[in-house]
C-alpha cells in the first residue's frame, strides 16, 4: 500500500473513530466552563456503548490526541480537590513559554540590528540567538540568517512532525499563491491565517514587493515559535479546538480589531487545521470567530457569515457540511511542500485529497484553467477536468479527482472502481465483503438493530426530535414533525450510508 493511501486512511479512521467508536465531543453550553489544561479550557467527551448507553463524560485536552503530550484527564463528575486544583494551576503555568511574546518583540528588534555574520539562530533550539547566549548554544547546529531568511520564517523553522497532535504541513508556493490571487481578486484586504503561517508570510512580502493592494494578515496558531518573528499585532498564541486565546484580553483585543474592517477593508478567515482534528470543535471555533467578526459588522447585512475557507481532506464533506450547512466543497486540490504524496497530479492516486470548504459563492472562486480546471454552467462553479457533468445526476459528482461514472440501478454516480452489487443491492468495491449483512454487521449504538446505524436510528431520532421540538417551542419555531422518523432516505445522509462510503473510501 502506498504511503498516501496509508495515511488518508489513517486520517479517515480517526474521523470515523467519533462515530463507529463512539466518542462524541459535547460542546458546553454558554456560560458553563471546562476546566483548563496546558492548552486551555478542555473538551468535554462522551463515549457511546454499542447497546446506546451512554458511557460516562470526561474531560480531556483539545489539542493533544496523545495522552504524552498532554495527559489532562478528569471525569465530568469527579469532585476536584483544592490540593488537586493548585497543582493544575502550577502545571499549567509551568507549561507557559518562558519568554513573553513582549519579550520576544524586543529580542528580534536586537536581533535584526545585529550585523550580518552576529545573526546566529540555533536549529536546535529552534531560537534565534543574542549576542550573549552564543555560549550557551556553541554545541548545537547554528547557522547564520539572512534578512532575506528572516521573511520566511516557516522554511527556517524545522515543520512540527508529531503525528497525532501537531504536524505542519506548508503550501508549496503553487497553492499559497492561488490562494492569495483568489482571495485579492475578491477584494479582501484582510486575512486571519488560522494555522496558516505561510500565507501570513506571503502576504508580507507581496506587500514589500508594492506591486499589490496591502494587505493585512494576523496569525492565530498554537506554534509559539512563531513569536519571535511577529509583533503582537501579527501573530496570537491560539488554540483553534477550543478558540483559546493564550494571550488573555490583550489578543483578544487585537483579534478584534482586526476584525473590525476599520477603512472598509474586507476580512476573511483561512484555516487550515491539522487532519486529525475533530470536526465540531472546528466548525464551533470558526462560528465564534464569526459571532465576533458579526457583532462587529455596521448592522446592514443581519444574518450574514464571516468569509471563510476551510482547509480539509475531501473525505470530511458530510461532516464539514453538517456542521456548517452554509459551506460547499470546491474541487480545487491543496498541495505541500513537506508532503511529497500530496501532491497536485493529473490522474490516479498521486492527487492531494486537500480541499476548500467555504461559505463564499462558488461560482467567484476562479479556479485556474491552466491547472486543468473549468467552469460547469450548470453547477455553477469551477469543476477539476476529470469530474465531467452527469446529465442524469445533473451535477458534477466527482469528490476525489477520479472521474465517476453512473449506476442506473443506485441512480447515482459511483467511484470508478466500484461494480455494482446484486446481492448488496449497491455499488461496491469488487472484492466488498458480499451479501446479507455486510457493512450492517456492527448493527446500531443506540438500539443494537442490525438493521440500521446509530445516526438514522429511530430510538434516537425520535429522542432528538422531542428535545428539538421543546427547544423550538420555546423560540416559537417551526414543529418538526413532518420530518420522517424511520426513513434512511433523509436529506442527511445516514450515518450508515457515510460510514460505508468511509470504509469503501478505505480500502480504494
Ligand atoms: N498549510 C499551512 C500550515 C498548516 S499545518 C501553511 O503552509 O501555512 C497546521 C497548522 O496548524 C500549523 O501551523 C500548526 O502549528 C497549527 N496548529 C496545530 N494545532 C493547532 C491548534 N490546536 N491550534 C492552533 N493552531 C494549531
Ligand atoms: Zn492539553
Ligand atoms: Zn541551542
Ligand atoms: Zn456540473
Ligand atoms: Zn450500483
Known amino acids: 500500500m502506498s504511503t498516501t493511501v496509508r495515511n488518508i ?23 458553563q466552563t471546562a476546566p483548563c489544561c496546558p492548552h486551555g479550557p478542555t473538551l468535554l467527551f462522551q463515549k457511546v456503548g454499542r447497546g446506546g448507553e451512554k458511557g460516562r463524560r470526561f474531560y480531556a485536552c483539545s489539542a493533544c490526541r496523545d495522552r504524552k503530550d498532554c495527559n489532562f484527564f478528569q471525569w465530568e463528575d469527579d ?31 536586537k536581533f535584526v540590528s545585529l550585523p550580518a555574520d552576529e545573526k546566529i539562530f540555533c536549529q536546535d533550539c529552534q531560537v534565534l540567538l543574542l549576542p550573549g547566549e552564543r555560549e550557551a548554544h556553541s554545541p548545537h547546529k547554528r547557522v547564520i540568517v539572512t534578512a532575506a531568511q528572516l521573511r520566511r520564517p516557516s522554511v527556517l523553522l524545522r515543520p512540527l512532525d508529531n503525528k497525532k497532535s501537531n504536524a505542519q504541513y506548508l503550501f508549496t508556493d503553487r497553492s499559497s499563491h492561488f490562494l492569495l490571487d483568489t482571495l485579492a481578486a475578491l477584494g479582501y484586504r484582510k486575512v486571519l491565517c488560522v494555522g496558516a503561517p505561510r500565507l501570513q508570510e506571503l502576504i508580507k512580502l507581496r506587500n514589500l514587493e508594492q506591486q499589490h493592494e496591502p494587505m493585512k494578515s494576523l496569525l492565530l496558531d498554537i506554534d509559539f515559535r512563531y513569536a519571535q518573528f511577529y509583533g503582537r499585532d501579527e501573530f496570537c498564541h491560539y488554540n483553534m479546538f477550543n478558540h483559546h486565546l493564550f494571550g488573555g484580553e490583550a489578543s483578544s483585543a487585537v483579534l478584534r480589531s482586526f476584525l473590525a474592517e476599520a477603512d472598509g ?5 483561512v484555516a487550515d487545521p491539522p487532519f486529525g482534528g475533530l470536526v465540531k470543535p472546528l466548525a464551533n471555533s470558526f462560528c465564534l470567530v464569526s459571532q465576533t467578526w458579526k457583532k462587529l459588522q455596521s448592522s446592514e447585512n443581519g444574518d450574514a457569515e464571516m468569509p471563510t475557507l476551510w482547509i480539509f481532506p475531501y473525505f470530511f464533506e458530510p461532516r464539514i457540511l453538517e456542521c456548517l450547512p452554509s459551506f460547499t466543497m470546491l474541487d480545487y486540490q491543496v498541495d505541500y511542500d513537506n508532503h511529497p504524496l500530496y501532491k497536485h497530479g493529473k490522474t490516479g492516486r ?3 485529497p486537500v480541499r476548500l470548504f467555504t ?20 453547477c455553477q462553479r469551477y469543476v477539476w477536468s476529470l469530474n465531467k457533468h452527469c446529465a442524469k445526476c445533473n451535477i458534477c459528482p466527482s469528490k476525489d479527482g477520479r472521474e465517476w461514472k453512473h449506476c442506473s440501478t443506485c441512480e447515482k454516480c459511483v467511484k470508478p472502481s466500484w461494480k455494482h452489487c446484486q446481492a448488496c443491492g449497491r455499488c461496491a468495491l469488487p472484492d466488498h465483503p458480499c451479501g446479507e449483512g455486510g457493512q450492517m454487521k456492527q448493527g446500531c449504538f ?3 438493530s442490525l438493521q440500521h446505524k446509530r445516526k438514522s436510528c429511530p430510538v434516537r431520532v425520535a429522542q432528538t ?3 428539538n421540538r421543546s427547544n423550538n417551542a420555546k423560540s416559537g419555531g417551526k414543529d418538526l414533525s413532518h420530518h420522517p422518523v424511520n426513513k434512511p432516505k433523509s436529506k442527511r445522509k445516514s450515518g450508515a450510508a457515510r460510514r460505508a462510503k468511509k470504509l469503501a473510501a478505505q480500502s480504494v
Open 359 to 378: 461559505n463564499v459563492c462558488p461560482r467567484d472562486v476562479v479556479l485556474p484553467k491552466q491547472e486543468g480546471y473549468r467552469f460547469c454552467s450548470v
Open 350 to 352: 498521486k492527487q492531494s
Open 465 to 467: 426530535k422531542s428535545s
Open 446 to 448: 443506540s438500539c443494537g
Open 9 to 31: 486512511k489513517e486520517m479517515e479512521m480517526t474521523e470515523t473513530h467519533d462515530d463507529t467508536f463512539g466518542i462524541e465531543v459535547i460542546l458546553l453550553p454558554e456560560g
Open 79 to 109: 469532585k476536584v480537590s483544592e490540593a488537586r486544583l493548585l497543582a493544575r494551576e502550577a502545571e499549567n503555568q509551568s507549561r507557559r513559554p518562558v519568554i513573553s511574546h513582549e519579550e520576544n518583540c524586543n529580542r528580534f528588534r
Open 265 to 269: 477593508e474586507k476580512a476573511v478567515m
